[in-house]
């Protein structure tokens, strides 16, 4: 019934109805937006994984940074990566461990060495680069907000079944 509702509107609606409907069944099934988020942090955790692997995921201050890619070597006091936490951080706006105040994916023109991935594919190299990481993390935070907002407002019930 809803998908009959929503197809004689306009085609501008059109995306808002496939939107809707693949993540939380028009409000029917709102949970179904975590399960998108899980897939979403999952993804993540294996993409920052490999971009750390690789050399890409490097320190936010500039004295652990210098160090930490001279010798790849961190200081006791600075918090150690760990791609999970910091893909729960990416993807859910209310969740904050203070990772991404700490690492960010390497900014600076040269790059670290593909050899340290493990894997020969060209795939996996260019998932672990620098510029897909800045990327996905945009992407990450972005479909993160959405799908949460639209959790929320499935399960509070502000997108109405009627």
């Given at each position: 019934m809803?998908?009959?509702?929503w197809?004689?509107r306009?085609?501008?609606?059109?995306?808002?109805?496939?939107?809707?409907?693949g993540?939380?069944?028009?409000?029917?099934?709102s949970i179904?937006?975590?399960w998108?988020?899980?897939?979403?942090?999952?993804?993540?955790?294996?993409?920052?994984?490999?971009?750390?692997?690789?050399?890409?995921?490097?320190?936010?201050?500039?004295?652990?940074?210098?160090r930490?890619?001279?010798?790849?070597e961190?200081?006791?006091?600075?918090?150690?990566?760990?791609?999970?936490?910091?893909?729960l951080?990416?993807?859910f706006?209310?969740?904050?461990f203070g990772l991404?105040?700490?690492?960010?994916p390497?900014?600076?023109?040269?790059?670290?060495?593909g050899?340290?991935?493990?894997?020969?594919?060209k795939?996996?190299s260019?998932?672990?680069?620098?510029?897909f990481?800045r990327?996905?993390?945009?992407?990450?935070?972005?479909?993160?907000?959405?799908?949460?907002?639209?959790?929320?407002?499935?399960?509070?019930?502000?997108?109405?079944?009627?």
């Open positions: 809803e998908r009959k509702t197809a004689e306009s085609w501008i609606f059109r995306p808002a109805s496939g939107l809707l409907r993540t939380i069944g028009y409000g029917y099934f179904r937006a975590l998108w988020l899980l897939l979403l942090v999952i993804t993540g955790w294996f993409i920052y994984g490999r971009g750390y692997t690789a050399g890409n995921i490097v320190p936010t201050n500039k004295d652990v940074y210098d930490f890619v001279s010798n790849e961190l200081p006791g006091f600075y918090e150690p990566f760990h791609a999970l936490p910091y893909s951080e990416n993807s706006p209310m969740v904050k991404q105040d700490k690492w960010t390497r900014i600076d023109a040269q790059k670290a060495s050899e340290h991935i493990g894997w020969p594919s795939l996996s260019r998932i672990a680069s620098s510029n990481l990327f996905f993390r945009w992407v990450q935070i972005c479909v993160g907000w959405i799908l949460a907002t639209l959790f929320v407002g499935g399960v509070t019930g502000i997108i109405r079944k009627d």
